[in-house]
C-alpha cells in the first residue's frame, strides 16, 4: 500500500472514530454500574474508539491511571466542559435515588448542549425510586423532563421505565430500552475466597446471600427479623451480607452490634468483593436474596438464575418468572419463601428458566456511537 492510500485510511478510521466520556461508577469498588461502565468501555476500546471514564463513586478523588478523577465540584465541571469542548460525546449514568447524582447529571446534560453535543443518559433503576416517577410533585416531575429534555438520547433497563420516561412528554424514538444484564456478566474465572468466607460457609447450611447497601431501600432490619425467624425452623441456616462500599461499612458494623450473639453468629457480613470473587461466592450458596424493590430486573438477579442459584426477591413487578417473590417490608413472607426454597430446592433450581443472555454490552457500545438503532420499546433480555 503506498503512503497516499494509508494516509486515506488512517483518515477514515479517525473519522469513524468516537470520543466517548462514561461518567458514572468505575470499579473500584465493584457494583452493578460498575461493571456496565468497564465492560462498555473495554467494548468501545476494543473496535478502535476512544473512551474514558470519568469516575463518580467511592474514591473518585484517588488519581489512577484506569479512570479519570474527580476531586470537587469544581473539577467535575472543568473536566466535563473540556472534554465536551475537545469532542467529546458525554454519557452520564443515573437513576431516581439520589440527589447528587441528579445534579452531576443535570450537568452534563448542560455541558453537552454548550458544546453542541448533547449528552446521552443512562438511566438505572425501576419503578419504585424516591424521585422518579414522582408526578404528584410538580418540582420532582418538572427537574426529571428537564432532564430527559437536555439530553440528545437516553438508555433505559427495559420497556416499562421507558414508557414511563416518556410520561414526562419525551419522544419515543430518544428513548432506548436496553437491558444491563449481557452474556459477558457469566464470564469470571473462580477464585479462592478468603478464610473468614470459607469457614463460614463450612459451618452454616442452608447458605443465602445478599447484595445489600447500608441504606433503607434494602430493608435489613426486615432481614433481622426474618433471620430470626428462619433459624427457629433451621438453626444452622446462614445469611452473608456483601457489597458495601467503604464508607457504609461501618454504619453496618454498628448495626451489627446491636444483634445478640446468637443473631450475629448467622450473619456474615463482607465488604465488597471483585466481580470474579462475587459469582465465586454466588455459586456456593443456596440461593440469593433480594431486597430493594426500587430496582428493575437486577443484573445480580439475572446472573444469579443464569448460573442456576434460586432468588427470592421483593415484589416490585418486573421480576423475571423463575424468581419467588414476597411482599415487600413483609419479614414472616419472606422467612415463608425461604423455607419454600429450602424444603423444594431441587424442584425449584431444575425450574429456572432464563433466555439466553444477548450481547447487550455491545448494544450499549452501539448505542454510543449512534449504530444499531434499537426499535422503539425493544427489550434486550427476557427472562421467562
Given at each position: 500500500?503506498?503512503?497516499?492510500?494509508?494516509?486515506?485510511?488512517?483518515?477514515?478510521?479517525?473519522?469513524?472514530?468516537?470520543?466517548?466520556?462514561?461518567?458514572?461508577?468505575?470499579?473500584?469498588?465493584?457494583?452493578?454500574?460498575?461493571?456496565?461502565?468497564?465492560?462498555?468501555?473495554?467494548?468501545?476500546?476494543?473496535?478502535?474508539?476512544?473512551?474514558?471514564?470519568?469516575?463518580?463513586?467511592?474514591n473518585h478523588t484517588v488519581k489512577d491511571p484506569a479512570y479519570i478523577d474527580v476531586?470537587?465540584?469544581?473539577?467535575?465541571?472543568?473536566?466535563?466542559?473540556?472534554?465536551?469542548?475537545?469532542?467529546?460525546?458525554?454519557?452520564?449514568?443515573?437513576?431516581?435515588?439520589?440527589?447528587?447524582?441528579?445534579?452531576?447529571?443535570?450537568?452534563?446534560?448542560?455541558?453537552?448542549?454548550?458544546?453542541?453535543?448533547?449528552?446521552?443518559?443512562?438511566?438505572?433503576?425501576?419503578?419504585?425510586?424516591?424521585?422518579?416517577?414522582?408526578?404528584?410533585?410538580?418540582?420532582?416531575?418538572?427537574?426529571?423532563?428537564?432532564?430527559?429534555?437536555?439530553?440528545?438520547?437516553?438508555?433505559?433497563?427495559?420497556?416499562?421505565?421507558?414508557?414511563?420516561?416518556?410520561?414526562?412528554?419525551?419522544?419515543?424514538?430518544?428513548?432506548?430500552?436496553?437491558?444491563?444484564?449481557?452474556?459477558?456478566?457469566?464470564?469470571?474465572?473462580?477464585?479462592?475466597?478468603?478464610?473468614?468466607?470459607?469457614?463460614?460457609?463450612?459451618?452454616?447450611?442452608?447458605?443465602?446471600?445478599?447484595?445489600?447497601?447500608?441504606?433503607?431501600?434494602?430493608?435489613?432490619?426486615?432481614?433481622?427479623?426474618?433471620?430470626?425467624?428462619?433459624?427457629?425452623?433451621?438453626?444452622?441456616?446462614?445469611?452473608?451480607?456483601?457489597?458495601?462500599?467503604?464508607k457504609e461499612l461501618p454504619g453496618a458494623q454498628k448495626f451489627l452490634r446491636g444483634?445478640?450473639?446468637?443473631?450475629?453468629?448467622?450473619?456474615?457480613?463482607?465488604?465488597?468483593?471483585?466481580?470474579?470473587?462475587?459469582?465465586?461466592l454466588m455459586v456456593r450458596c443456596s440461593a440469593y436474596l433480594r431486597t430493594p424493590?426500587?430496582?428493575?430486573?437486577?443484573?445480580?438477579?439475572?446472573?444469579?438464575?443464569?448460573?442456576?442459584?434460586?432468588?427470592?426477591?421483593?415484589?416490585?413487578?418486573?421480576?423475571?418468572?423463575?424468581?419467588?417473590?414476597?411482599?415487600?417490608?413483609?419479614?414472616?413472607?419472606?422467612?415463608?419463601?425461604?423455607?419454600?426454597?429450602?424444603?423444594?430446592?431441587?424442584?425449584?433450581?431444575?425450574?429456572?428458566?432464563?433466555?439466553?443472555?444477548?450481547?447487550?454490552?455491545?448494544?450499549?457500545?452501539?448505542?454510543?456511537?449512534?449504530?444499531?438503532?434499537?426499535?422503539?420499546?425493544?427489550?434486550?433480555?427476557?427472562?421467562?
Amino acid at each position: 500500500m503506498s503512503k497516499c492510500s494509508r494516509a486515506i485510511d488512517s483518515g477514515a478510521k479517525l473519522r469513524n472514530q468516537a470520543k466517548i466520556l462514561q461518567i458514572g461508577n468505575y470499579p473500584p469498588p465493584m457494583c452493578g454500574w460498575a461493571i456496565q461502565t468497564k465492560l462498555v468501555t473495554d467494548e468501545l476500546r476494543r473496535r478502535g474508539h476512544v473512551c474514558d471514564v470519568l469516575k463518580i463513586n467511592e474514591n473518585h478523588t484517588v488519581k489512577d491511571p484506569a479512570y479519570i478523577d474527580v476531586q470537587d465540584g469544581w473539577d467535575y465541571l472543568q473536566k466535563i466542559m473540556s472534554h465536551a469542548l475537545c469532542g467529546y460525546r458525554l454519557n452520564v449514568h443515573v437513576n431516581g435515588m439520589s440527589k447528587k447524582g441528579y445534579l452531576l447529571a443535570l450537568t452534563a446534560a448542560f455541558a453537552g448542549r454548550i458544546a453542541f453535543r448533547p449528552a446521552r443518559l443512562t438511566f438505572h433503576g425501576g419503578l419504585s425510586q424516591g424521585y422518579f416517577p414522582r408526578h404528584d410533585s410538580w418540582k420532582l416531575h418538572h427537574a426529571f423532563r428537564l432532564l430527559f429534555l437536555l439530553a440528545g438520547k437516553i438508555a433505559c433497563d427495559s420497556g416499562e421505565i421507558k414508557q414511563a420516561i416518556e410520561s414526562y412528554g419525551i419522544p419515543p424514538e430518544k428513548v432506548s430500552a436496553i437491558a444491563t444484564f449481557s452474556s459477558q456478566y457469566l464470564n469470571f474465572t473462580p477464585m479462592r475466597l478468603a478464610d473468614e468466607i470459607n469457614e463460614f460457609l463450612a459451618k452454616h447450611r442452608p447458605l443465602f446471600f445478599s447484595y445489600v447497601s447500608f441504606r433503607p431501600e434494602y430493608r435489613l432490619e426486615v432481614v433481622r427479623d426474618c433471620i430470626r425467624l428462619y433459624r427457629q425452623k433451621y438453626p444452622d441456616g446462614g445469611f452473608i451480607w456483601l457489597g458495601f462500599p467503604a464508607k457504609e461499612l461501618p454504619g453496618a458494623q454498628k448495626f451489627l452490634r446491636g444483634w445478640t450473639k446468637e443473631e450475629q453468629s448467622a450473619l456474615l457480613l463482607l465488604g465488597n468483593l471483585t466481580h470474579d470473587e462475587f459469582l465465586t461466592l454466588m455459586v456456593r450458596c443456596s440461593a440469593y436474596l433480594r431486597t430493594p424493590a426500587c430496582d428493575g430486573v437486577a443484573a445480580s438477579v439475572l446472573e444469579s438464575l443464569a448460573l442456576r442459584v434460586p432468588v427470592v426477591a421483593s415484589e416490585n413487578g418486573r421480576r423475571p418468572a423463575s424468581v419467588i417473590t414476597y411482599e415487600d417490608t413483609d419479614a414472616a413472607d419472606m422467612c415463608a419463601k425461604l423455607v419454600y426454597v429450602t424444603e423444594h430446592y431441587e424442584e425449584i433450581r431444575a425450574g429456572i428458566r432464563l433466555d439466553t443472555a444477548e450481547d447487550n454490552v455491545g448494544r450499549m457500545a452501539d448505542w454510543l456511537v449512534g449504530e444499531g438503532v434499537l426499535q422503539q420499546g425493544s427489550e434486550v433480555v427476557h427472562a421467562s
